[in-house]
């Protein structure tokens, strides 16, 4: 798991696996932990990194529900986890499908847990809204399109922007059922101001992002979802995500229309 620091008050580690982002957020006494690496040893590590750089975690923050998302529970299962209230709706809604999609990663690789992924009770944040850290505060803003819910998170004082499942150097675009290109769309068109401002984006998976590289991808994914709105299976990937995986997810979204 690699680590990084883009602010005093802000580190990010990124997972051997799906390059899933945890982003760690503190100010004064107080941090919290945003989003989750995958694999077990790299969620054992996080509480020592944690506490090296001086960041006390009081709460677990998720920006989709997404199962690779919502581990963080994992390394610190004393601090209780807030979410978008549409993030909420979804956790109730699907019962148990994030424990399904973990179980199922878990079993195709082999993975042993300590424990099974708890999940009950998270908090509703009002999306948009603010939430406090410490002397400061932490803005949420609505991020649909990828799934149905979601969030993202705008650091202030640190000019960070943790982005959830967008602007992604290593995946394009994946719209789940449920979401839509116009919620995307709209979704990236919030968040073009807000990486204008940005030092550094962290994407929901891939390395943290300058501002200019991310808004360089989201021109890109801006014209990735038009093109597809337009020709569906024929449109052009992004020059940099046309791998064979890449592919095989443009053929999904193609068929989601
Ligand atoms: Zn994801």
Known sequence: MRAVGLHADVVVATSRVYQTTCTLV??????FCIDSPVLPDELEILPAL???????????LATHADWDHL?????????PLGCADTTAARLINEPGAAQRELRAFDERFYVERPRPLALSGAQRLPVPGKVEVGDHELELQPADGHTEDGMAVWVPWARVLV?????SPVEIPILNPGSSIAAYLATLARL?????????VVPGHGAPLDGTRAA??????RAYLEDLRERGAAAKLPLARRTGE????????????
């Open 216 to 221: 360089a991808i989201l021109r890109e994914d």
């Open 50 to 60: 944690a506490e090296q750089a001086g960041f006390t975690i009081v709460g677990l």
């Open 246 to 257: 890449q592919r095989r997810i443009h053929a999904d979204n193609a068929s989601t229309l």
């Open 192 to 200: 073009e101001s807000l990486v204008a401002q940005a030092d550094h």
């Open 163 to 167: 982005c959830g499942d967008y602007l």
């Open 26 to 31: 503190r100010s004064g006494s107080e941090a």
């Open 71 to 79: 581990l963080g529970g994992y390394a610190f299962p004393e601090a």
